[in-house]
């Protein structure tokens, strides 16, 4: 083990999901924050503990050509707390988190022939349409309202969000000082923007009562509820729809069946995608009441039918999700960040699904629930890294798995 303080001369190999930097010295793998493939570093060693060791950059040796002054960095020069890439050009952070998303699969056969190009983000700033800012105050004083630093325990006062619409930084500004003076330590402010509604704050949950949002989708305009989860990202988000279709139908005509379940269907997008293409019967489960009431009044206004229950996945697993018939259903599973319970890939895969359409938010996860499908006969036929998070370690995998 290296002592802490100790100074090295170091070659960055590659990134790692998540962000930080892997170089090596005698055998030992170092993670250093905030450099990119290329580069040669002096480091200074952090934390050197049994199962890793970190360091921070004294000195830059030997630059990367992709390195950028940090685009999101405020008038200090501190950049924005989560932005890990900001000091990298836009195309280098597409193609190291497409290696990580091919690293984090590497296990899985075939995966190298199957994999697409990634998306990237039509932009790379100004692109969210919602965020979420936490209070931390002390005394009197003005509090901080932005985003946790480095420890996760101070927040970092934000002015302007890089990364969200102009819409959001407009109404924020507008917001701050108010706000500043007025909300308590501990409380969350969310703003959210939709075109046709414009911008909508809440302190903590999101009233109960308030009206429905309209967000514009492939499928047509969707009715989504004020604290409901939606994309951030609306043009990856239609890529990530429009990729889902294209391997539904492929699935279909394979399989000869039109049949779809939507596992963790939200407000019901994919569902009714698949269905827009003439999928038939199309059924959904979520977990939350507001997103299910949501998604049976977009299947009424968009006269797309299918049906939506509300129910955890797990639960509706032990249940046989009624008794379909998985041998003739295409899934569709978009779940949380945890991945699939182990009981619903067993019923899944007993149940004989003939093809699965897996979209992820941490590619770790799914690479493990994918080597669990494999276990039972499936083999990986598609997967693609879409970039949903720009500047920051984030981003969304769509997979297509399918059984023999």
Not at 383 to 398: G, K, W
Request: hydrophobic residues 40%; contains cysteine.
């Amino acid at each position: 083990m290296l002592e802490v303080g100790t100074r090295l001369d170091l070659k960055i190999d590659d990134v790692a999901y998540r962000g930080s930097g892997i170089a090596r010295h005698e055998g030992l793998v170092i993670f250093v924050p905030r450099v990119a493939p290329g580069e040669r570093i002096e480091a200074e060693i952090t934390a050197s503990k049994k199962n890793f060791t970190e360091a921070r950059v004294i000195r830059l040796l030997k630059t990367s050509p992709h390195r950028i002054p940090p685009c999101t960095s405020d008038a200090d020069g501190a950049s924005m707390p989560g932005c890990v890439y900001d000091f990298l050009a836009y195309p280098a952070e597409v193609e190291i988190k497409h290696r990580q998303m091919l690293g984090l699969l590497r296990q899985i056969p075939g995966i190298q022939e199957v994999a697409l190009p990634p998306f990237a983000s039509p932009r790379d700033l100004n692109y969210r349409n919602k965020i979420v800012l936490h209070v931390q105050r002390t005394g009197r004083d003005p509090a901080n309202i932005g985003y946790y630093g480095e420890d996760n325990r101070t927040v970092v006062d934000v002015e302007r969000c890089p990364l969200a619409c102009d819409a959001i930084n407009f109404a924020w500004s507008n917001q701050r000082a108010n706000a500043r003076l007025k909300l308590e330590n501990g409380q969350r402010l969310t703003l959210r923007w939709t075109p046709a509604d414009g911008v909508s704050s809440w302190v903590n949950q999101a009233p109960e009562d308030a009206p429905m949002l309209t967000e514009e989708s492939p499928i047509g305009p969707l009715k989504v509820p004020l604290g409901c989860f939606y994309q951030v990202n609306l043009p990856v988000a239609d890529e990530l729809v429009r990729q889902v279709r294209e391997w539904y139908a492929q699935a279909a005509a394979e399989s000869n069946t039109r049949q779809v379940l939507d596992l963790y269907c939200g407000v019901g997008v994919l569902a009714l995608a698949c269905a827009a293409d003439g999928a038939t019967p199309v059924h959904g489960i979520e977990s939350v009441r507001s997103a299910v009431a949501a998604a049976r009044r977009n299947s009424k206004e968009l006269n797309l039918p299918a049906t939506f229950k509300c129910a955890r996945v797990e639960e509706a697993a032990r249940n046989g999700f009624d008794e379909l018939d998985l041998s003739r259903r295409i899934v569709v599973a978009d779940p949380p960040r945890k991945g699939l319970e182990p009981n619903v890939t067993e019923t899944l895969a007993n149940g004989r699904v003939p093809h699965i359409i897996y979209v992820a938010c941490d590619p770790a996860t799914l690479a493990r629930d994918i080597r669990r499908f494999g276990s039972f006969g499936y083999r990986l036929r598609g997967a693609r890294m879409l970039d949903m998070f720009p500047r920051t370690q984030h981003f969304e995998t769509v997979t297509w798995l399918s059984l023999g």
